[in-house]
């Protein structure tokens, strides 16, 4: 399995842990946790 696959699989099973910064990060950026699993669902990896 891929990376951005297991990825996107934890996500959908709610199966993820959510680090302080990151989540410091999101306030930053005016994203609410919806808005970032929809990003991590959709999205892909642009750089390894």
Do not use: F, P
């Amino acid at each position: 399995m891929l990376a951005l696959e297991w990825i996107q699989e934890c996500v959908g099973d709610d199966a993820y842990l959510y680090s302080r910064h990151g989540d410091q990060e999101r306030h930053n950026d005016t994203l609410s946790l919806e808005e970032v699993e929809q990003a991590i669902l959709n999205g892909r990896i642009l750089e390894q």
